[in-house]
């Protein structure tokens, strides 16, 4: 079995800044693409930023020049730094991992969720 758990959230003003944290652990094999989601009330959950195994990026044009994933593959974590937060930032912050595993003599690679980090923006 493999978990997701983030860490991290909290409330800031306008500005501010805050550093989420996601630590996989369970029976990994390996780590491929890990990245952030992010859902407010009432909006669809949405891609803010991932990063492949090899660290290739990708972010969402809203978070472009003021988030940073990162990830450290020894300790199964993937970070995610966000900075000059706006109200429109708040809402329950994701992990995804795709993660494989070994079932016997054969792996699995299967798509992981945590189960959500609240980011609350003061104005």
């Known amino acids: 079995q493999v978990q997701l758990v983030e860490s991290g959230g909290g409330l800031v003003q306008a500005g501010g800044s805050l550093r989420l944290a996601c630590v996989a652990s369970?029976?990994?094999?390996?780590?491929?693409?890990m990245a952030w989601y992010r859902q407010a009330p009432g909006k669809q959950r949405e891609l803010v930023a991932s990063?492949?195994?090899?660290?290739?990026?990708n972010y969402a044009d809203s978070v472009k020049g003021r988030f940073t994933i990162s990830r450290d593959n020894a300790k199964n974590t993937v970070y995610l730094q966000t900075n000059s937060l706006e109200p429109g930032d708040a809402a329950v912050y994701y992990c995804?991992?795709?993660?494989?595993?070994?079932?016997?003599?054969?792996?699995?690679?299967?798509?992981?969720w945590g189960q959500g980090t609240q980011v609350t923006v003061s104005s």
């Open positions: 995804n991992a795709q993660v494989t595993v070994l079932r016997g003599m054969s792996r699995r690679t299967d798509n992981y």
């Open positions: 369970g029976s990994i094999f390996r780590l491929d693409d």
């Open positions: 990063i492949t195994s090899g660290g290739s990026t």
